[in-house]
Nanobody, 127 residues
């Protein structure tokens, strides 16, 4: 299964963008879809995630109150609505999926748990 991200671009500080992650196939069982980001010279950071098991969500402290993760009704596409964007949000954003054998409540994000990754989409916040 491949993940395809879209929606990145250039936006002014205070603006909004909505990223989308669409898988090429179906994930079966229990899984979490997450958004990571990586800025130049920085480590990859978990931004937000949602579990298909119980709908639980996770947000990094740096984006709480500004970003919102959601899925469409058929769970085919996952979105990351990003509002009140700041220059420090500038990064390549990656969609990733972690699969589990049991129902999973997401409380944190660990990159190593994710087996599937998209190619990334650039988000640049600048005036």
């Amino acid at each position: 299964v491949q993940l395809v991200e879209s929606g990145g671009g250039l936006v002014q500080p205070g603006g909004s963008l909505k990223l989308a992650c669409t898988p090429s196939g179906l994930f079966l069982g229990h899984y979490v879809i997450g958004w990571f980001r990586q800025a130049p010279g920085k480590e990859r950071e978990g931004v937000s995630a949602i579990s298909n098991s119980d709908g639980s969500t996770y947000y990094a402290e740096s984006v709480k109150g500004r970003f919102a993760i959601s899925r469409d009704s058929n769970k085919a596409t996952t979105y990351l609505q990003m509002n009140s964007l700041k220059p420090e949000d500038t990064a390549v954003y990656y969609c990733a999926v972690a699969t589990f054998l049991e129902p999973f409540t997401v409380t944190t994000m660990r990159a190593w748990q994710h087996d599937y990754w998209g190619q990334g989409t650039q988000v640049t916040v600048s005036s």
